[in-house]
C-alpha cells in the first residue's frame, strides 16, 4: 500500500491509513526523504493515529525518516500516537527521544510554525 | 429419638432461624431408619440430647465466651442473641449434615459482625468454645459407657470440625470480600485527574503507589491527555510517603508516554525521602521536569501554555 504525501504550504503531510508492511513503510520513508528536498518543504507531519501497534522496525522508520529529513533541512513530527501505543513503545524502551511528537495533526502543525519562527527571529538576531 | 430421623430427612433444607424446636418432637414415625446409617443415627440422637439442654448450655456458652473476652466490641445481650442463633444453627447443621444453611448463616452473620470490628480469631474462638461447651456435655452424659462415649464422639468430631471450618472459612470469605470492595473504592476514588485551564491537566496523587495502581495512573493520564488535548500535565506526589524503584521506574515511563502524546509533564512535591531514595538508587531522572511544590508547578505549567497571571489593580472607590 502506497502512503499518499500531501503537500501543505511548506509542510508535507503523510497519514498513515493502516497498519504497513515494513516494505512500505520503507517506501514512505524513502518517498518523503525524497519529496523534502522536491518540494523545498521546512516540516513534515507523520499521523499515525490510525496504527493501534508499533513494533520496533515501525518505531526505528519512524525515527530515522525524521533524522533524515532533519539532514535535508525539514522538521519531522510524530502525531496522534494512542496512549496504549506510547505506554507500549515506552516499556520497550522505544521512546523516540530526540523526536518531535504531537497529540494531533493540529498540533503537530503548530508545533513546526513555532520551530519556524523561532529560526527565523534567530536568524535576524545574527543578521546585519 | 427415632421420630427425628425421618423427620430430619423429609425437610433437608430447613432455613435456617433462631427459634428453638420445640414442636417439632411431637411428630411421627413415617419411616425406618435406612441400614448402615449408625453416624447419622447417633448424632440425631446427640443434637436431641443437645436440643434438651439448650438453655442451660447455651448459657455456659455464652458465660465462657465472656469470661474468655472474645466479641468484646459487643454488648451482653447482643453476644447472647447472636448465640442463640449460631447454636441453634449448629445443632440444625450436626443434624441434617448439610452446612448450605450454615454457610448463608455464616456469611450474614459475618455481614453483620466485621464492621463492628470483630476479629478472625474471636470468631474461630467461639465457634470453638460452643464445640467444647457440647463435648463436654457429651462426656457428661455417656460418661458411664466408654464404648458408647467413643462411638459418640467419633460422629461428632468430624461433624463439629466441619462446622467450624465452614465457619471460619465463611468469615474471612467475607472479609476478603469488604477488602476487595474497599480496594475497588479506593482505586477508583485515588485517580482523578483535573483539568485546571486549558490544556492544563493536574494529576494529584496521594497514598502508596503500587504496581497494579501505578499501571491504572498511567492508563488514566494518557486518556486525559487525548481527552483533553492537554499540553502540560502536572503531576503532584505530595501526598506519596515512599516510593520504590519499580515504581519511580514506571513513572519516568509515564513521563517519556505522555511526551509521545505531546503533553509535558512537570512532577511536584518530591518529599526529603523520596528524593533521596531517588537519588540513592541511582534513576537517571534527567528526562522529569521537577519543580518543589504544586504552586511552583502550576506556574511553570502556565509559563509553557504562555499565560500570564496578573493581579488586578485595585478598584478606585
Known sequence: MVVPILKQGHYLIATIPTALTDADLQDLRDGLVAEVGLYRSRGVVVDITALDVMDSFAVRTVRDIAHMTRLRGAETVIVGIQPEVAFSMVELGLTLEDVNTALDLEEGLALLDRKRKRIVKEGEARGP | ?317
Open chain 2, 1 to 317: 429419638m427415632r421420630a427425628h430421623r425421618s423427620q430430619a430427612r423429609d425437610e433437608p433444607s430447613r432455613p435456617p432461624s433462631a427459634h428453638p424446636r420445640t414442636g417439632r418432637r411431637v411428630a411421627e414415625s413415617r419411616a425406618g431408619p435406612p441400614a448402615g446409617a449408625s453416624t447419622g443415627v447417633l448424632l440425631r440422637e446427640l443434637v436431641a440430647h443437645l436440643r434438651q439442654g439448650r438453655t442451660q448450655l447455651r448459657d455456659e456458652w455464652v458465660q465462657r465466651i465472656i469470661e474468655a473476652r472474645l466479641l468484646t466490641a459487643m454488648s451482653r445481650d447482643e453476644i447472647f442473641a447472636e448465640a442463640t442463633s449460631v447454636y441453634d444453627n449448629y445443632l440444625d447443621a450436626l443434624e441434617t449434615g448439610t452446612l448450605e444453611a450454615l454457610q448463608a448463616y455464616a456469611r450474614s452473620l459475618s455481614e453483620r459482625i466485621i464492621p463492628r470490628g470483630v476479629e478472625t480469631h474471636e470468631v474461630v474462638g467461639i465457634v470453638l468454645l460452643l464445640r467444647d461447651v457440647l463435648a463436654r456435655s457429651l462426656f457428661a452424659k455417656y460418661q458411664a459407657d466408654f464404648q458408647m462415649l467413643n462411638r459418640v464422639l467419633d460422629a461428632y468430631e468430624p461433624a463439629a470440625n466441619r462446622i467450624a471450618i465452614t465457619v471460619a472459612v465463611g468469615f474471612v470469605q467475607e472479609r476478603e470480600r469488604v477488602i476487595r470492595e474497599q480496594q475497588e473504592a479506593i482505586g477508583e476514588l485515588s485517580t482523578p485527574v483535573l483539568p485546571v485551564r486549558e490544556r492544563l491537566l493536574i494529576l494529584p496523587i496521594i497514598g502508596l503507589i503500587d504496581a497494579q495502581r501505578a499501571r491504572q495512573l498511567t492508563e488514566q493520564l494518557l486518556r486525559a491527555v487525548r481527552a483533553n488535548r492537554a499540553k502540560v500535565v502536572v503531576i503532584d506526589i505530595t501526598g506519596v510517603p515512599a516510593m520504590d524503584s519499580n515504581v519511580a521506574n514506571h513513572l519516568v515511563r509515564t513521563v517519556d508516554a505522555s511526551r509521545l502524546l505531546g503533553a509535558m509533564v512537570i512532577v511536584t512535591g518530591l518529599s526529603p525521602e523520596i528524593a533521596q531514595t531517588l537519588v540513592k538508587l541511582g534513576l537517571d531522572l534527567s528526562k522529569m521536569n521537577t519543580v518543589g511544590d504544586l504552586q511552583g508547578g502550576i506556574e511553570e505549567a502556565e509559563r509553557l501554555l504562555g499565560y500570564q497571571v496578573v493581579s488586578l489593580p485595585e478598584e478606585k472607590s
